[in-house]
């Protein structure tokens, strides 16, 4: 192709950005070559981010939870998992999440993300009580658990239904699901990652069943090792077919993949370059999902927060006690301060917005940093939720 017809097209594309008609595969793909210009494709992703979200940069005051790293799956991009008998593998007890649950209170912590490995010997009851214990105790701490993954392997440790499973979770506590997972979904790579953890139709039914029975949810990609354009971009477009059925996902999350300590590591992780196109692709393909968050932890400070020029309009937040991508080779702190956070989006020119889990608006006590109320967000700013 002469350098004209990527102009021309990139024109066609931009008058469908600006008319809100769909992207097609096509375009996705087209939008993925090196010789169209970065620039030009987030400068349409910011188009599109503002139209959605205005300048706000959301970010939420979190702490993570990996109750296990025992795992029955060996997924080869995988450098958290442990075997039982490893003398890295733990398993955390009731004390020590509890003791995770106050320090989350102590911090002002409005959501605690729980996600961990499939431990075999651990029975359905383990896991449930996690959260039951956690949201007895705290009641005021939303918790985000679980991936479809995990969901999937409760299913077979209790021979019930996903929605059985799903329902009784939120009985326990359970407010709202992550994303993870995911990883990618066409099959020439998803069975190279992880063969035997559920499939790509599993993970999409998980989540369908969670968005039926009133959960919302996270959705993800994981990007950057044996894939190629096509996949992630056919990803896109499964994640938009099943919004365009549920409106359950209220925020994609593009996860660069980090190679140190995995059985891919002899690739090179993602460049910031690649990052950058990657959100605001995704922000462009996804018209129907409202945010598009850029997690710091996995993309680097420096890059999260351009990014809120490229299409994202959340950068995540606190986020205590992260150890999956530590573990894979991520060298970002361990936590941020919510000075640091706020000073982050200002620095990229947005106002920034601290949310909780669902997107509503949350407001501090002045003299009390631990004492919060929620504000529904206005219409325009959850219209897909």
Known sequence: ???????????????????????????????YDPVVPLQEIGMLANYVRERKNGNVGFYNINTHLNPTNVCVYRCRFCAFRSDLRDPKGYVMNDEQILQRGQEATENG??????????????????????????????????????TAVEINWFEFQTKKTKQWVLEDQRKAGLGSMPGGGAEIFHPEVRDQLCEHKANTHEWLKVHQTAHEIGLRTNCTMLYGHVEKAYHRVD??????????RTGGFQVFIPLAFHPDNTKLSDLKKPSALMDLRTVAISRLML??????????????????????????????????????????????????????????IIEAGRDPVERDTVYNRVHREPHDFTQWTTEQAPSETCSSH
């Open 287 to 344: 018209d129907n999902v409202q945010h598009i968050k850029a997690y710091w932890i996995m993309l680097g400070i420096e890059t999260a927060q351009t990014a809120l020029a490229y299409g994202a309009d959340d950068i995540d937040g606190t986020v205590r006690h992260e150890l999956i991508y530590h573990d894979a080779g991520a060298t970002t702190p361990q936590c941020l301060s919510v000075d640091d956070i706020r000073q982050l």
């Open 235 to 244: 990803h896109l477009i499964r994640l938009r077919d099943l919004q365009d």
């Open 109 to 146: 912590c409005t959501e605690m993300h729980i996600v961990g490995g499939l431990h075999h010997k651990m029975p359905y009851s383990w896991y449930r009580g996690i959260i039951e214990l956690l949201h007895e105790n705290y009641p005021k701490i939303h918790l985000k658990a679980w």
């Open 1 to 31: 192709m002469i350098q004209v017809d990527y102009a021309a097209r990139l024109r066609e594309i931009r008058d469908k950005v600006e008319a809100e008609e769909r992207l097609s595969m096509d375009d996705g793909i087209f939008l």
